[in-house]
């Protein structure tokens, strides 16, 4: 099976689960690589708000690539929580200064400074404004934060937005996704795919179309589990569902180099 680029332990402050029991959970499925990224996000002020012991990370999973070589690919990362103001972006950009890491990946957790999965972002705002405003703002990260390789969860809004109708479509924000995907294509960055995301709310076919005719080919595949038995969630589902729609590769990152994969 593919790899899974982006999950989490408890070097998280959102998991709990031994790095150990991640990969463990890889092998059992057959599933390559799997890329430790954990996350890393500030306030406004730029006081982080989940920060990992970088010391103690490397030296757990570099010991466990050692341990499962031949068995699993083990990568380093990082996830960044993205957000415009210049402190956040120049904090953001210290945390990985000098980390020997192979993926970082650059997420969207909160928009105009507001928390997407407490639901603050949404309040006082219908669909239309707030997912406008986040793919917008998404955008304006990308130009800045020129350290990230790969989009993470680009509708991760979808998790927790209080609509009745949640989906993130590519023909009610055209212009949006159009600028948004042009930029990332344009600058050799990847779109993931997330499959927890997926699993509560079904992708837009049309989102993964648009990027593919625009000549969008780079696609990492994420379960962002955060639990063992969620590694490589429901990825033969969506690889399928990718390769329906004529993609042929996935990718994953080897210092901070993409690495194809055959869906």
């Known amino acids: 099976m593919i790899s899974d680029t982006h999950l989490h332990s408890a070097f998280s402050c959102d998991s709990n689960t031994p790095p150990r029991e991640n990969a463990e959970s890889a092998e059992s499925q057959n599933i ?23 010391d103690a990370y490397f030296e757990d999973i570099l010991a466990l690539k050692d341990e499962f070589a031949g068995r699993v690919g083990i990568l380093t990362g990082i996830e960044i929580g993205m957000q415009p103001p210049a402190v956040i972006l120049e904090q953001s950009a210290k945390r990985i200064e000098g980390l020997t890491l192979d993926h970082v990946v650059g997420s969207m957790h909160y928009v105009s400074g507001l928390d997407i999965y407490d639901g603050s972002y949404f309040n006082g705002k219908d669909k239309r404004e707030s997912y406008t405003v986040l793919l917008r703002e998404t955008l304006e990260c990308l130009k800045k934060y020129t350290f990230v390789d790969t989009l993470g969860h680009i509708d991760y809004s979808s998790r927790y937005a209080p609509y009745e109708d949640r989906q993130l479509r590519y023909r009610e ?26 699993g509560r709310v079904p992708p837009d076919p049309d989102v993964w179309t648009r990027y593919k005719e625009l000549g969008g080919e780079l696609v990492t595949f994420a379960s962002d589990a955060h639990k063992p038995w969620l590694v490589g969630y429901e990825f033969e589902k969506h690889t399928a569902f990718l390769k329906n729609l004529g993609y042929k590769f996935a990718f994953r990152y080897e210092n901070r180099k993409p690495v194809a994969e055959e869906l």
């Open 32 to 54: 390559k690589t799997i890329a430790f990224t954990e996350h890393y996000d500030c306030y406004l002020g730029g006081r982080p708000t989940d920060d990992f012991d970088g």
């Open 173 to 198: 924000f055209p212009d949006e996704f159009d600028e948004l995907f042009r930029f990332i294509i344009e600058n050799g960055l990847s779109l993931e795919f997330n499959t927890k995301t997926a």
